[in-house]
């Protein structure tokens, strides 16, 4: 069982990426599945999160609402996180969980069940 974040790298601001969670050795189907994202020095801070596949909602920090966009492709297991006009503040490790509900993601990030590696994301001139 294992999630693997990808998409990272170095953008200049105002850039995009889009990142993705994929899951192996379990669907993601029945799971929330939520982005999270920790800069130097600083705390780890839930950035969206889209419900399981029966509910599908989505949540954004108000930093985020506009220009990112979370969605699932049930066929690929895998959920993305579209970043765009992306700031220089926003440089941070990336890392996906899955957990039983968005709730857990708002209210109790630490019980998110499955957490990936974090992928790198630069936004820098």
């Given amino acids: ?9 170095l953008v200049q ?3 995009s990426l889009r990142l ?5 050795g379990f669907t993601l189907d029945p799971y929330a599945i939520g982005w999270f ?8 801070e839930g950035v969206s999160c889209i419900s399981n596949i029966a509910d599908g909602s989505t949540y954004y920090a108000d930093s985020v609402k506009g ?3 979370i969605s699932r492709d049930n066929a690929k297991n895998t ?7 992306l700031k220089p503040e926003e ?3 990336y890392y996906c969980a ?17 957490w990936g590696k974090g992928t790198l994301v630069t936004v820098s001139s």
């Fill in 1 to 9: 069982v294992q999630l693997q974040a990808s998409g990272g790298g």
């Fill in 13 to 15: 601001p105002g850039g």
């Fill in 20 to 24: 993705s969670c994929a899951g192996s």
């Fill in 37 to 44: 994202r920790q800069a130097p020095g600083k705390e780890r």
């Fill in 67 to 69: 220009r990112f966009t």
């Fill in 79 to 85: 959920v993305y996180l579209q970043m765009n006009s």
């Fill in 91 to 93: 440089t941070a490790v």
């Fill in 98 to 114: 899955a957990g039983v509900s968005g709730s857990t993601f708002k209210t109790n990030p630490d019980g998110m069940e499955y």
